[in-house]
């Protein structure tokens, strides 16, 4: 990987999954274990948010990100999720997550709500961006899920006014697109944000693909804000996850 992609933080994702809101672990794990397992990860989410959102090096705050796995299974969506819920806990602002990725959707399962409507009748329908997102209740978060895709493919005009729509009711717009090097929907649909996070698997992503994939999103004109190890594994043994 380059020396100019930022490695913002490295997540232990020990669910190994994103279907809920709570982190799942083994049985044989203490509740202690547990706690201080998820501990670590709300730290480096907290981290990759203050990075990103609230404290960018740039001089304009991002509010509109892109969330681009290099493969398929590197966990991006429960990145942007975890993300989304740290952004409106610290900044209390409205933030609004959008499951773009149209043929594996699964933040609509992460937030616990049903997969009726959302992004893809957003670009068929002419209704306002509201109809087409819900509330998740005790969060200032609103999901736009990945609704009914067709096999249609996406259009850049009406993405772009959706986008655009998006930004101007939302203080944050947070967006989980397709796999970068599967599809290049992601490409299509960062270049509707601020920029991009790239989201690579631990013992998954080889070094190559993660540089062409932060190629392809340059080559787009896409900045690329910063990127993600996911899933890192740490053999830290019970005793000292106690004192941390």
Known sequence: MSRNLRLLHSTENVSGEYRSPHQRFSRSDSLDTQNARRAVVDGEVMKLVQSVFILPQSAKRPDAV????????????????????????????????????????????????ENKSGFAEALRETAGVHEFVE??????IWLMAAGIAGDEPLH???VRARASELRHEFDFVLIDTPSLLSTGEARLLAQGTDGAVLVVGSNMTRRESARRAKESLEAAGVPVLGAVLNKRIFSIPESIYKKL
């Open 66 to 113: 892109a969330f681009c796995g290099v493969g398929p299974g590197v966990g991006c969506s429960w990145v942007c999720a975890r993300a989304s819920e740290a952004l409106a806990t610290q900044t209390g602002a409205s933030v609004c997550v959008v499951d773009a990725n149209l043929h594996s959707p699964s933040l609509h399962e992460y937030f616990e709500i």
């Open 156 to 158: 850049p005009s009406r």
């Open 135 to 140: 509330h998740i209740e005790g969060a200032n």
